[in-house]
Nanobody, 125 residues
Framework: QVQLVESGGGSVQAGGSLRLSCAAS????????MGWFRQAPGKERDWVAT???????RYADSVKGRFTISQDNAKNTLYLQMNSLKPEDTATFYC???????????????????WGQGTQVTVSS
């Protein structure tokens, strides 16, 4: 009965910024991995970033230095600050969560247990 609800998507010009939020309900565990995936039309879903219950962060090379993942444990909320946006960032962004470790999920490319409905990000030139 875990629920993940994304918000903050929208349209922005290249070089602009957006901050995505993910409100998690019924997911208050001491050990977990949360993160973001994105999918452009006609493309496969790509991993963007993760953050663990230990606050360790990992990023895809395509967003490294531009995106920052963070969490507010008191609010059970995940964030993705996106700066210097590019047209190729245009996609539906999905919030994900899992009770297993980020190291395990990413190393063995295991599907995350829980997914949000997605929020659209459109970057124009």
């Amino acid at each position: 009965q875990v629920q993940l609800v994304e918000s903050g998507g929208g349209s922005v010009q290249a070089g602009g910024s957006l901050r995505l939020s993910c409100a998690a309900s019924r997911f208050t565990y001491s050990s977990y991995c949360m993160g973001w995936f994105r999918q452009a039309p006609g493309k496969e879903r790509d991993w963007v970033a993760t953050i663990g219950s230990d606050d360790n962060t990992r990023y895809a090379d395509s967003v490294k230095g531009r995106f920052t993942i963070s969490q507010d444990n008191a609010k059970n909320t995940l964030y993705l600050q996106m700066n210097s946006l590019k047209p190729e960032d245009t996609a539906t962004f999905y919030c994900v969560a899992d009770r297993r470790s980020c190291s395990y999920l990413l190393t063995f490319r295991v599907d995350f247990q829980y997914w949000g409905q997605g929020t659209q990000v459109t970057v124009s030139s």
